[in-house]
């Protein structure tokens, strides 16, 4: 998973570098703020039917982003690489494997957790601030779910 | 004594007395329904056409049988070993034995569970997740599962349309179980399954659907001449035994979903087609949040589109499933990779 934790350290070690390769200016992160609370999503994405004995073999995959977007400050100079740095969207792909002994459905399923926060910085010589909105789409766990056939079927002999 | 218990006292003695009379009535029509050759035989042996009652269930085994009157002079047997309803006790033995299990973290740790216990879970897993506990070496004694809670919410329109949505149930506690299954996977196996254990696997699939489904339905006496009204008496008699078992395995459910502290209770949820509106209000948010986000498996054009849906439906059903959640990876914070696995519903509870 694609956390705080890995752009805390993705961004300054990028910001020193540019600070290193011209500009006496250094920058620091100064917080990761998540401006609204977290939310958890758990969705249905493709099924098919499944039956007895037969091996079934599938693979599913779920996009992932993390994107920095505007400011709320003039840009520095290295706004646009930072941006074309961290703009960064990714598939996740899992196989599954499955031999059912009952007719059924399978339903594949995703978890995923999305945010939006702000990541701020200050800089000094000279004095500065600059910040960039984050988005967040963390993918934690791809299933899928098996339903027996417990319907209940049409009555009288399939009347 | 008091009056009133010389009354009751004679009251009970005459009830007493017509059941007396009904088994001391000699026995012309025998209906018997069982998918065991023994017990046929073992009641070919005994009856006797006229017969009472009485000295046919004083031979036989009265706990391995229903016995209900039919007519004046008939009886049906219907042998509570038939394999419809052995499922039917089988599930609700594994939902109260998962009850037990369970951790608050809807975990169930096979090797904590009782012994007595343990051979249903363990039976239960052998046939959800085929083919680990003997193809790959993964014993299923060892293994680490969870519990998973869904609802199923199917959406009637008024033009007949209908759409059904799964609402994972107690997602805060679900994320705390996959953090616990993910340092206990069960991995998918790695390679194709022989050509003799695909047979023996269709073998066993097939032998026990087709146990699953065997009745036969046994006259003795005269009854052969009633078979209609026979079969009708039955079909009654049976479909009452699997509505009491269904019944009792609903209350364990509910005992289990009440154990995990879900709500609404199971008892709370409104039985049968009601209105959107009818619903708990947590309900009825989440419902809409999930409609939306699942617009596009749903079939709609948009999320606009399923919420209009949702808010236009003219009538609402619940049912809750209960199901096994196994893992086959974990996730690697690492290279962000997600966990993965899989949940096999082994119950549908309608409210």
């Known amino acids: ?159 | 004594m008091p009056l009133v218990l010389y009354a009751l006292a004679f009251a009970v003695s005459l009830a007493g007395q017509r059941t007396d009379q009904a088994d001391s009535v000699p026995l012309h029509n025998l209906l018997l329904i069982s998918a065991d050759a023994q017990i046929v035989e073992r009641v070919e042996d005994r009856y006797r056409y006229g017969m009472p009652l009485s000295e046919l269930t004083k031979s036989l085994d009265g706990e391995r049988f229903s016995l209900s009157k039919w007519g004046s002079r008939g009886v049906i047997l219907i042998d509570r070993r038939l394999p419809l309803l052995v499922e039917k006790e089988s599930q609700r033995n594994l939902v109260l034995s998962l009850s037990e299990s369970v951790g608050p973290d809807l975990v169930v740790r096979v090797t904590d569970v009782p012994e007595s216990k343990r051979q249903r879970i363990v039976e239960s897993l052998e046939e959800f997740f085929p083919w680990h506990g003997r193809s790959e070496g993964f014993d299923m004694k060892q293994a680490t599962v969870g519990v998973d809670l869904s609802l199923n919410v199917v959406l009637h329109a008024a033009d007949g349309n209908q759409k059904k949505i799964v609402l994972p149930m107690l997602p805060a506690l679900a994320r705390r179980r996959n953090a616990v299954l993910e340092d206990h996977p069960m991995p998918q196996r790695n390679r194709e399954l022989s050509q003799e254990e695909r047979g023996r696997l269709a073998r066993e699939t097939t032998a026990r659907t087709s146990q699953l489904e065997r009745m036969t339905i046994h006259t003795f006496g005269t009854a052969r001449k009633y078979l209609p009204e026979g079969l009708r008496a039955s079909a009654d008699t049976l479909e009452l035994l699997l509505s009491k078992l269904d019944d009792r395995t609903k209350e364990a459910a509910a005992e289990l979903i009440d154990k995990l502290g879900h709500n609404p209770s199971l008892r709370d949820l409104p039985a049968g087609k009601v209105r959107l509106d009818e619903l708990p209000e947590e309900l009825r948010d989440r419902l809409m949040n999930q409609v939306k986000s699942d617009w596009e498996f749903l079939g709609f054009s948009s999320a606009l589109d399923a919420e209009g849906f949702l808010l236009d439906s003219s009538s609402v059903e619940l049912s809750m499933n209960i199901g096994l959640r196994r893992t086959f990876s974990a996730s690697d914070k690492q290279t962000g990779r997600p966990s993965s696995g899989m949940v096999y519903n082994f119950l549908v509870i309608r409210s």
């Open chain 1, 1 to 159: 998973m694609i956390s705080s934790a890995k752009i805390l350290v993705l961004c300054p070690l990028f910001l020193g570098t540019l600070a290193m390769s011209g500009s006496a200016q250094t920058w620091t992160e100064t917080a990761y703020a998540v401006t609204s609370p977290p939310q958890d999503h758990d969705e249905a994405r493709t099924s098919f039917n499944a039956n007895a004995n037969q091996r079934y073999q599938w693979w599913v995959q779920e996009a992932c982003h993390f994107i920095v977007s505007g400011s709320a400050t003039p840009s520095p100079s290295w706004r646009l690489l930072f941006a074309s740095l961290c703009n960064n969207s990714w598939w996740y792909f899992e196989s599954f494997d499955f031999t059912p002994t009952s007719h059924g459905t399978v339903t594949n399923r995703v978890k995923f957790t999305t945010r939006t926060g702000i990541n701020s910085f200050s800089g000094t010589n000279p004095t500065a601030t600059a910040s960039r909105d984050l988005d967040e789409k963390v993918v934690e766990d791809l299933y899928f779910v098996f339903d027996p056939h417990q319907e209940d079927p049409p009555g009288g002999g399939g009347n």
